[in-house]
Nanobody
Framework: QVQLVESGGGLVQPGGSLRLSCAAS????????MGWYRQAPGKTRELVAA???????NYADSVKGRFTLSRDNAKNTLYLQMNSLRPEDTAVYYC??????????WGQGTQVTVSS
């Protein structure tokens, strides 16, 4: 079992920045990738960014150049640095860990609101 705990969400003005953190605990054996997804009201959950154990990263087109994924393996922590935030980035952000057999673990989510 893997537990994921997100932090760092909040209210920010357009153009501002936030950094999300995801602390993972439990057995990380078999985890293939970790990443962030988001879900806005009335919309389906979508991939924001993910990184594989091999270091390959994938970003949604809408966040390329603005968001940066990083990880601290010693702390089992994943970060998402979000810059130049836009109102359309408003959503609940979920940390995800996916196993080699495509089983998904999810965190509880953290709200990000971009508004003036």
């Amino acid at each position: 079992q893997v537990q994921l705990v997100e932090s760092g969400g909040g209210l920010v003005q357009p153009g501002g920045s936030l950094r999300l953190s995801c602390a993972a605990s439990g057995s990380m054996f078999g985890i293939y990738s970790m990443g962030w997804y988001r879900q806005a009201p009335g919309k389906t959950r979508e991939l924001v960014a993910a990184v594989t154990n091999g270091g390959s990263t994938n970003y949604a087109d809408s966040v390329k150049g603005r968001f940066t994924l990083s990880r601290d393996n010693a702390k089992n922590t994943l970060y998402l640095q979000m810059n130049s935030l836009r109102p359309e980035d408003t959503a609940v952000y979920y940390c995800n860990a996916q196993t080699t057999i495509s089983y998904n673990y999810w965190g509880q989510g953290t709200q990000v609101t971009v508004s003036s």
